[in-house]
């Protein structure tokens, strides 16, 4: 579906006529946490920050390219809806996200 949404949202067009990739923004998710090896993001490393949520008190911060870090996301759902964002055109799925230049921050929940 994410081919469906980039060209409803004409992610395309904006990339192409306008440079409109990500470049330059942080962009914050509350979800399950992202698998920031998955292909999607491991060529770019854009997944720069994570906190896990999961357990009572004060949120973890992860320290990047940790196996905690990695392997957060224990659903899916996160990693998948951070791919709709920010899925790196060179990922060998075939698939982009609609801003793949973004810096992507994750909280775990």
């Known amino acids: 579906m994410i081919n469906d949404s980039t060209n409803t ?7 192409l006529g306008y440079g409109a990739d990500g470049k330059d923004i942080s962009w914050a998710v509350l979800d399950t946490g992202i698998r920031a ?3 999607h993001f491991a060529e770019s490393g854009n ?7 999961t357990e009572v008190g004060a949120p973890v ?3 990047p390219k940790s ?3 990695n392997e957060l996301d224990r659903d899916g759902h996160g990693t ?3 791919g709709i964002i920010a899925a790196h055109p060179n990922n060998g799925v075939g ?6 230049g ?8």
């Open 9 to 15: 949202l004409q992610v395309h067009p904006a990339n």
């Open 37 to 39: 090896d998955h292909p």
């Open 47 to 53: 997944v720069v920050a994570q906190w896990d949520c």
């Open 61 to 63: 911060r992860l320290k």
């Open 67 to 69: 196996q905690a870090f």
């Open 80 to 82: 998948h809806v951070a």
């Open 95 to 100: 698939i982009a996200g609609a801003a793949p």
């Open 102 to 109: 973004v810096k992507i921050m994750r909280t775990a929940r």
